[in-house]
């Protein structure tokens, strides 16, 4: 897959939107998009990229291509029911994903990252 400068934008149009596309002759076509539509293909975007990425993955191994978002801070809070954990992690750039957290997964995080932890730093001190 080679990776190529979007010819995509999407600004801002008083309450909604403009998405835009530049072909490759120079036309520009532009759709006009709700907040709802804008919310329903942000909600879509997940699973259209890994639709994208299986159409590159290797027919036979053990590694698997998966799109990834470097996350360099994180943020908790409770939502206002007290009944979840809201973990709210950034990307470089500012971006932000917010994940609503059950009390069980949250354990299962508490358990699993301290051993992903140790792996981690098991395989740095072999490499040095």
Do not use: C, W, Y
């Amino acid at each position: 897959m080679t990776i190529t400068e979007s010819k995509l934008s999407l600004d801002p149009d008083g309450d909604d939107f403009i998405l835009s596309r530049k072909a490759e002759d120079g036309k520009i076509t532009k759709i006009k998009l709700s907040e709802t539509d804008i919310l329903t293909l942000a909600q879509s975007v997940p699973a259209l990229q890994q639709q994208v990425l299986s159409r590159h993955m290797p027919s036979a191994g053990t590694h698997s291509a998966v799109a990834v978002t470097e996350v360099v801070q994180v943020a908790l809070n409770d939502e206002g029911l007290g009944e979840k954990i809201l973990l709210t992690m950034i990307a470089p750039g500012g971006s932000r994903a917010i994940f609503a957290i059950p009390p069980l997964i949250a354990e299962l995080l508490v358990q699993r990252l301290p051993v992903f932890l140790a792996r981690m730093a098991a395989a740095k001190s072999r490499k040095q």
